[in-house]
Nanobody, 120 residues
Framework: VQFVESGGGLVQPGEALRLSCAAS????????MRWYRQAPGKERELVAA????????NYADSVKGRFTISRDNAKNTVYLQMNSLKPEDTAVYYC??????????????WGQGTQVTVSS
């Protein structure tokens, strides 16, 4: 089971980024997919999640209306479109699978993540 995140970078406040996560080694279409982030000195936090079937999504309050999670089951890839970025969005972003919606349990090991830095 592997997750490879990409698409991070240095942007100015108000700009956008699109993160991608290529997953392999498991039945991607059967799993909930999640994006987490971890800022320096802080706990890892759940940012967004998407179901395996009907594409139901959920977001942290801090990113609602700005971030959009999506998935392409044919490509085993999950995306995170991030608009109107703020300095407080600065973090390393990770994706991971989860066997069930609404539980903390994750499936697989954490990847390297992709660094997002929002600064003027």
């Amino acid at each position: 089971v592997q997750f490879v995140e990409s698409g991070g970078g240095l942007v100015q406040p108000g700009e956008a980024l699109r993160l991608s996560c290529a997953a392999s080694g498991f039945a991607f279409s059967n799993y909930v997919m999640r994006w987490y982030r971890q800022a320096p000195g802080k706990e890892r936090e759940l940012v967004a999640a998407i179901t395996s079937g009907d594409g139901t999504t959920n977001y942290a309050d801090s990113v609602k209306g700005r971030f959009t999670i999506s998935r392409d089951n044919a490509k085993n890839t999950v995306y995170l479109q991030m608009n109107s970025l703020k300095p407080e969005d600065t973090a390393v972003y990770y994706c991971i699978a989860a066997p069930l919606w609404g539980v903390a349990q994750v499936f697989g090991s954490w990847g390297q993540g992709t660094q997002v830095t929002v600064s003027s």
